[in-house]
């Protein structure tokens, strides 16, 4: 399975962008999916995640109500849509997929993605 991200770069604060990840390798229908991030010096977190059926959704608080993820089973796609972006949403994007129980803490990602840099500028 592998997973490949875009749709990163820099934007200056206040602007949008909107991740994508493709998957190869396995049909993603079965597969809960998330975005997580890592920004330079900390840890990677997570940032949210989608059922396999796209009908349940999670957000990271300091994301709630700017990001909004989503999903394309059909295009075995995987999407973060970022709007009112910060220098603190800078960072390393990455997609992951896997079956990880529908409740918190968001962990049980089996397949990872390279990653995506955003950098957002002040």
């Known amino acids: 399975v592998r997973l490949v991200e875009s749709g990163g770069g820099l934007v200056q604060a206040g602007g949008s962008l909107k991740l994508s990840c493709v998957v190869s390798?396995?049909?993603?229908?079965?597969?809960?999916m998330a975005w997580f991030r890592q920004a330079p010096g900390k840890e990677r977190d997570f940032v949210a995640r989608?059922?396999?059926?796209?009908?349940?959704?999670a957000y990271a608080d300091s994301v709630k109500g700017r990001f909004t993820i989503s999903r394309d089973n059909a295009a075995n796609s995987l999407y973060l849509q970022m709007s009112s972006l910060n220098p603190e949403d800078t960072a390393v994007y990455y997609c992951?997929?896997?079956?990880?129980?529908?409740?918190?803490?968001?962990?049980?990602?089996?397949?990872w993605g390279q990653g995506t840099q955003v950098t957002v500028s002040s």
């Open positions: 390798g396995h049909t993603i229908h079965m597969y809960d």
């Open positions: 989608i059922d396999y059926q796209g009908a349940n959704h």
């Open positions: 992951a997929a896997g079956v990880d129980g529908d409740s918190p803490p968001y962990t049980k990602y089996d397949y």
